[in-house]
């Protein structure tokens, strides 16, 4: 891969306007830490429309952005002995609670302390091998803040089992969670988009300008004075 192939190019819009550089660019590119990102910013090797600048300039709607990678290491994956809350275990899959705060897989800047180099400690290396070497075994993911339950597959054969019941939506997942408020309807769907808020972009909100399709169906299972106690399927996960 030569330099060129190293180098992501952003075309700034109206949605990551007055975003600092660093956290817009981490949020863009999913992969990079904002860590990595801010190293890359010392390091000039981010521009604004030709220009070097600092991790807390302030994105402008139309500015263009160039970020250029260093050159691709071979990556070395160590097992480590992270403990796991395993909630089901058997040849072919585990299912582990992962906790806020642990990235699923390597990516630049986490090369350690991932979901993954947990799971090579405990697999004993035996883990699917579709996704390639930086992501054993993982057939999804879920953010770094989010604590939830994480399928990691023992071989490939499993893997494109759930991998193609992932694409069909054949594979349900369903959440317990606390509202506040009374829900008028027992059950019911929320069919809302979700995007930046409008005037405080460190938050996200119902955003029928920008947003993106988000669903959810509920069912109310317990109500309080104050707040309901409910049971979600979510057609897509967003960022919120």
């Not at 550089?21 to 860590?35: N, P």
């Not at 070497?133 to 490939?156: A, E, W």
Request: charged residues 25%; hydrophobic residues 35%; proline residues 4%.
């Amino acid at each position: 891969m030569d330099n060129a192939d190293r180098e992501l190019c952003f075309l700034i819009s109206e949605e990551w306007e007055d975003e600092r550089i660093d956290k817009a660019l981490s949020g863009l590119i999913g992969s990079l830490s904002r860590s990595y990102i801010q190293k890359l910013l010392k390091e000039k090797q981010v521009r604004v429309n030709k220009n070097t600048v600092k991790a807390n300039y302030h994105l402008k709607d139309g500015d263009e952005v160039r970020l250029q990678l260093p050159p691709a290491a071979e990556a070395n994956i160590l097992p480590e002995e992270i403990p796991l809350d395993i909630l089901y275990e058997d040849d072919d899959i585990l299912v582990v609670n992962k906790p806020k705060g642990m990235v699923v897989h390597p990516a630049a800047g986490h090369f350690s302390g991932t979901l993954v180099n947990a799971v090579m400690y405990h697999c004993k290396g035996h883990l699917s091998g579709i996704n390639g070497v930086m992501r054993p075994g993982i057939v999804h993911r879920i953010d770094k803040d989010t604590t939830g339950s994480v399928l990691v597959c023992k071989n490939d054969f499993t893997h494109n089992l759930i991998a193609a019941q992932l694409k069909e939506h054949s594979v349900v997942r369903r959440y317990h969670a606390i509202c506040y408020g009374r829900l008028k309807e027992q059950s019911g769907t929320i069919n809302a988009p979700i995007g930046r808020h409008p005037s405080d972009r460190k938050k996200m909100a119902i955003n029928e300008k920008n947003g993106k399709p988000a669903v959810t169906h509920y069912e109310v299972l317990q109500s309080f004075k104050e707040y309901s106690y409910i049971e979600c399927r979510l057609e897509t996960g967003r960022t919120h």
